[in-house]
Every structure is written in C-alpha cells, then in structure tokens.
C-alpha cells in the first residue's frame, strides 16, 4: 500500500493554482508583447503636446481621399483571390489524390515553389511580362484582354498575382485538412448513392474541410489586405499603399488608418470564421 501511495503522489498533477501561474507566465509577456505597442500607436494618434488629447484623427478618415476607395478595392481583391484561390485548389488537390497519387510530390512542390521567389523579381517578370505582351499582342484580338485585366478600377493582374503569392498557404491549410479525413472513402459513398461530382464537393468534401477552408481564408485576406510591395511596384493604390503615400504628409492619421485597418482585419477574420460554421453546421443536418 506504502508503494502505490507513493506512485499515486508521484503521478498526481500538478495542483491548480500551480498550473495558472504557468499560465500566466506565458500569457502576460504575450498580451504585453502585442498590445503595448497597439496602446503607443493609439496614444500618438490622440495625444498632441499643443492641443491635448484629441479624436481628430480618427475623424479625419470619414473624409480623407482615397480611404473609401482604397479600401472597396482591397475588399474586393481580397474576395475575388480568395475565390479563385480555392476554386483552382481544391479540386486539383482532390483529383491527385483520388486519381494520381503519385503527382502529390510534384504538385507539393509547384505549390510551395513562391515561397522562393522574392517578391521583388516576382513584380519585375509581371512587369516585363505586361509590357512585353502589350507589344506582341497589339495586332490582335487579346491586347483589349490585356489592357482590360490591368484597369485600375478592378486591376484583375492584382488578383492573378495574389494566387500565386498565397498559394503555398492555401496549400498548406487544404493539405492538413484533407490529411484528417478519408477522402477516399467519403467520395466512393457518395458516388455509390448516386451523387454527381459537384454534390461530393459541396455537401460532401466542404463541409468536413471548413477548419481547413476558414484557415486558408484567413492567410489570403491577411495578406492581401498588407500587401504592398507588388501592388505599389505595378502602380496601383490598394488599402495598404494608400496608408503608405498618406504617411508621408499625416502622420497621425496614417497610423489611425493603420490601427483601424488591424482593428477591421480581426473583425473580418471573425466574420469569415463565424460564415464558415454556420455552413458547417447547416450543411451537416
């Protein structure tokens, strides 16, 4: 008995108020690391040393230039290459596993392959390319094609190379996803009882992938809505470029601008993910 009291002290966890302390270590340095920098920028954008604290900034958004618009492109980019992004993912990762499973390591590495590209050569091909082509395809019917995905209204080149920049992301999300279930087996079933293609993908496939589809939804807005380099480089004025060109002149209203947009990320990212449970959940009843 003295011995399996004494494995019973040995095995029994650790108390409570020991556990929370943990806790605690690793989440105040965490809490501290994120919002005392958000607490600086938000200060700077209220407190001015000649006029006190002031809301001004933040008022200045309602009627800056450029804001509104800025922002409806960003939206919409964001939407369509979200969109696209899953469309051409989703069943290209399907097909190899159900019908070649042996290409799973080179659509792998074709899908992680922008991850060594840096940004900067990316935007310079796309460049050539469209300077290029405008030349080449002048004579024909698709140089009106081409000057038509690159109208600054809905710049579609933008939404093209945000694919391709979120891809490996996408990738990752979508893999680790369909790694939990037996795709196999699912699509087999539903195929038996008669279900068309489209059906398995919608009522079948989806509704087990919406961690996996919210995941990926989540990188492609992030990144589209803090993309800067490639967008600013082919002449186009996004969200994230406008904070830059504004921040040259408005100090204060630039990172207002920019705790609003963080503010407006995570309220997005609640909405997608909120969207995606409930279809889940509709889908499975």
């Known amino acids: 008995m003295a011995a399996l009291t004494g494995l019973e002290r040995v095995s029994a ?9 943990w806790r605690g270590v690793v989440f105040v340095p965490a809490a501290a690391y994120f919002l005392i920098p958000l607490c600086t920028s938000f200060w700077y954008t209220v407190y001015d040393q000649t006029s006190g604290v002031s809301f001004a900034a933040y008022g200045e958004l309602l009627t800056a230039e450029g804001f509104a618009r800025s922002l409806s492109l960003s939206l919409g980019l964001a939407v369509a290459t979200i969109v696209l992004v899953l469309l051409l993912t989703l069943p290209a990762m399907l097909a190899v596993r159900l019908f070649a499973p042996r290409l799973r390591p080179v659509m792998e590495v074709l899908c992680t392959l922008p991850l060594v590209v840096p940004p900067i050569t990316f935007v310079a091909g796309i460049g050539t390319s469209l300077r290029t082509g405008t030349e080449v395809l002048a004579p024909t019917p698709f140089w009106a094609t081409l000057i038509a995905v690159q109208d600054p209204a809905f710049p579609v080149v933008l939404v093209l190379a945000y694919v391709v920049l979120v891809l490996p992301f996408v990738y990752r999300s979508l893999d680790a996803g369909l790694r939990t279930m037996d795709v196999r087996t699912l699509v087999e079933a539903a195929r038996n009882l008669g279900a068309s293609w489209p059906y398995v993908l919608v009522r079948v ?29 082919l002449g186009y004025e996004p969200f994230a470029v406008w904070i830059v060109t504004v921040s040259g002149s408005r100090g204060q209203l630039s990172v207002a601008v920019s705790i609003l947009s963080l503010l407006l990320i995570w309220l997005l990212l609640l909405g997608v993910s909120t969207v995606f449970g409930k279809f889940g959940k509709e889908q499975g009843k």
Do not use: K
């Open 13 to 21: 966890p650790a108390p409570v108020s020991r556990r929370r302390a």
């Open 205 to 233: 496939i989806v509704p087990n992938l919406r961690s996996a589809l919210a995941s990926a939804s989540f990188l492609t807005l992030a990144l589209v809505l803090g993309e800067y380099t490639v967008a600013s480089l």
